[in-house]
């Protein structure tokens, strides 16, 4: 069981935002495993820095807890070591805030040995400064939400052996962000451009990458339910030559840790040709999703991207409502469980890639110049194929960045007019 608490500053909140703030801890805490059995929303110009609540709210949360035999508080706020001490002790309970509740889902949730590694880089960093004064707590912090990941004897470490595992798995993640530059440059190499699914948690991407990959990604309404990135071809009209690549989901008050530990799988974003933002049209909180959405895009470098906004959806939506924005011709209204718009998403994704434009050109190869011509093949439409003494005239349709790399070999490619 779990007690939920929230605290805003009177200057920078407003009502809604932290009642908004409120229900999607309540989610955080589903999806972590937790029973709610009561929450609490408090209204203070400035937080106590003892205990963050001050003493009265303490009493209150004491006794409301009590009442509900709740066993653990999870606070929308992040706290200082010391004011998770005083609280603990307090109200003779468990306490987690915010970061860890995120931290926790993200270690139920990494699947690969990179994600993993991830996450334990972004407990670790967390658990470093809370250190002091854990170990006369470790009787309680034996298992539930908050622990998992590197675990209880984690924390009976002393700060060298943690800075020591830290270099460690800092090392180990600076391994695999080479080998994730090296494929994306590997993927250049082969003139392939990349889309990557970006949006709010639960927004619906990994529905929308398996309709639009024929791939079987879990989706789920949890949030958080995917982690471990993906990547797969991408059918186009044109036969551009594409990859579609599905990604975490963004949420509001992100750890910085866990943005920290998760560059080397959010630069995949940099490679990208273009972004889908992703939005679920249906949530009430939408303009606000996507603001948080545009905040983390902004802090991983990747605003200048271009972007093709996406509401999914749809299909939840009133038919007033589902025409207004139907109307906005610079988005594009889909629903990727029912398939509706998607043909009409793949066409707009074709065009958005105009940066490496479709040209027709006639290309001359030798006869056994195989591989130029699975390349015509593979990554454009091949118009006519001519065999003439000693050559083979082919007439194409293929990104102009194919066009280039034939004439930079031994070959002629001449545009037509």
Same mark, same amino acid.
């Given at each position: 069981m779990s007690w939920e608490? &929230?605290?805003r500053s009177g200057v920078t909140l407003g009502s809604a935002d932290a009642e908004d703030s409120l229900r999607e801890l309540r989610e955080l805490a589903t999806s972590a495993g937790?029973?709610?059995?009561g929450t609490l929303l408090q209204r203070s110009p400035e937080p106590d820095p003892a205990t963050l609540l001050g003493r009265g709210k303490v009493h209150e949360v004491r006794t409301q807890a009590r009442t509900t035999a709740a066993d653990l508080v999870i606070l929308d706020h992040d706290l200082t070591p010391t004011q998770l001490r005083n609280l603990e002790k307090s109200l003779d309970l468990k306490v987690i805030d915010r970061t860890q509740i995120i931290l926790d889902i993200f270690a139920r949730r990494a699947r690969s040995r990179e994600g993993q590694l991830q996450v334990e880089l972004a407990q670790l960093n967390y658990l470093l400064p809370r250190l002091a004064g854990r170990g006369t707590l470790l009787s309680r912090l034996g298992g539930g939400i908050g622990t998992r990941g590197p675990g209880e004897q984690q924390l009976e470490y002393d700060r060298r052996r943690i800075r020591r595992r830290l270099r460690h798995l800092t090392e180990a993640i600076e391994?695999?962000?080479?080998?994730? !530059?090296l494929h994306r440059a590997h993927r250049r190499d082969q003139n392939f451009q990349t889309v990557a699914l970006v949006g709010y948690t639960n927004a619906g991407k990994s529905t929308l990458f398996n309709a639009l990959t024929s791939a079987e990604v879990v989706t789920s309404?949890?949030?958080?339910? &995917?982690?471990?990135? &993906?990547?797969? !071809?991408?059918?186009?009209a044109s036969h551009r030559p594409a990859l579609l690549s599905d990604t975490v989901g963004f949420i509001r008050k992100l750890p910085p840790h866990l943005v920290a530990a998760f560059r080397a799988t959010l630069e995949e974003l940099e490679g990208s040709s273009l972004l889908l933002h992703v939005t679920d049209a249906s949530d009430a909180q939408?303009?606000?999703?996507? !603001?948080a959405v545009e905040a983390l895009l902004e802090e991983l470098g990747v605003v200048s991207t271009p972007r093709l906004h996406v509401w999914n959806k749809v299909d939840l939506l009133e038919p007033g409502e589902r025409r207004k924005l139907a109307a906005d011709a610079a988005n594009v209204s889909i629903s990727a469980q029912t398939g509706e718009g998607l043909e009409v998403l793949r066409q707009r994704?074709?065009?958005a890639l105009a940066a490496d434009p479709l040209v027709e050109a006639d290309f001359e190869l030798s006869p056994g110049d195989g591989k130029h011509l699975a390349l015509l093949h593979r990554t454009g439409t091949v118009v006519? &194929?001519?065999?003439e003494a000693g050559r083979v005239r082919v007439r194409a349709r293929v990104p102009e960045s194919v066009r280039e790399r034939l004439r930079a070999s031994t070959l002629s490619a001449v545009e037509e007019p």
């Open positions: 608490s &929230t605290r937790a029973q709610v059995v391994c695999v962000r080479s080998q994730r !530059a309404a949890r949030l958080f339910a &995917t982690l471990d990135p &993906t990547v797969r !071809a991408l059918s186009l939408r303009d606000s999703q996507d !603001a994704i074709d065009e006519s &194929t001519q065999y």
